[in-house]
């Protein structure tokens, strides 16, 4: 697939497909990455892209002739449409239902914002639909364009071994994943649970399950509450309940 990015710092966006799995999609063709820089379609003798806010306050607006001439370079450059996100703090928050959506398709470009925000027309007029790395405040949109590539370039056929596949994945599931633990069998009198040890593979699936759900419930119920755990989950996370006394989500109510 091929993303081309619209960024203030392509160098920054590039980085992303210089190491580890993303540069492994990128040598296998299976992700392509292109950068676009607004300051290239600037006008004037500063070259700004930003300007002051309507209706006054602090910080400064992207403005929208330079994001658009950057687009537009994009979109002349290749075949396929282009599906247009922009990350912006008011977007959805981004999950693996969205990743999975977005690796189908053969090409998005991501828009990343800058100063307080983008001229509200660039969204209405170019944008089919923003996105956010979640509720803390960044400086700008790269890191979720980066955080995007990263998560599609690992669903790209061929890019994952087998050992770590995308299906494998607890949270292509909804779960959080289980503990782990590599040698040694002992560190400062903390030993590797038993079961791991023991051989019986049975047990030790039953083991990784049954700590996959627990820590699901008591980290993050509001994963827990989106499943329809069968009858065997269920048992499952009794058992791991029975074994750590008010270790779930904690309510108001609760005290
Ligand atoms: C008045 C409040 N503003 C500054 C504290 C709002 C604001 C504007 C622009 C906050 C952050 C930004 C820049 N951030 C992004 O462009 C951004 C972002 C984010 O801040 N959090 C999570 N995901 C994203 S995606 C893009």
Known sequence: MRFDVIT????????????????RAAE??????????PRDWA???????????YGGGPGMVMQVP???????????????????????????????????ELAQRSRVALVCGRYEGIDERF???EVDEELSLGDYVLSGGELGAMAVIDACARLR?????????????????????CPHYTRPEELDGHRVPAVLLGGDHGAIRRW???????????????LLARLELA??????LDEYRARHPRGGARSESDD
Do not use: M
């Open 28 to 37: 296998a063709g299976q992700l392509e990455l292109r950068t676009w820089n």
């Open 157 to 177: 056929p061929g890019v994952l071994g087998h050992a770590d596949s995308a299906e494998q994945d607890s949270f292509t599931e909804g779960l959080l994943d």
């Open 208 to 222: 990784r399950r049954r700590e996959a759900l627990g820590r699901t419930w008591s980290r993050r119920p509001d």
């Open 66 to 100: 330079p994001l658009k001439g950057a687009l537009d370079a994009a979109r002349a450059n290749g075949e396929a449409p282009l599906h247009v996100v922009a990350l912006t703090p008011q977007g959805r928050p981004l999950d693996q239902a969205r990743v999975r």
């Open 231 to 236: 009858g065997p989950d269920r048992d499952l």
């Open 8 to 23: 203030l710092f392509p160098e920054l966006v590039e980085s992303v497909v210089q190491w580890g799995i993303p540069r």
């Open 123 to 125: 969204i209405e007029a």
């Open 43 to 53: 006008t004037g003798v500063h070259q700004a892209v930003d300007d002051r806010p």
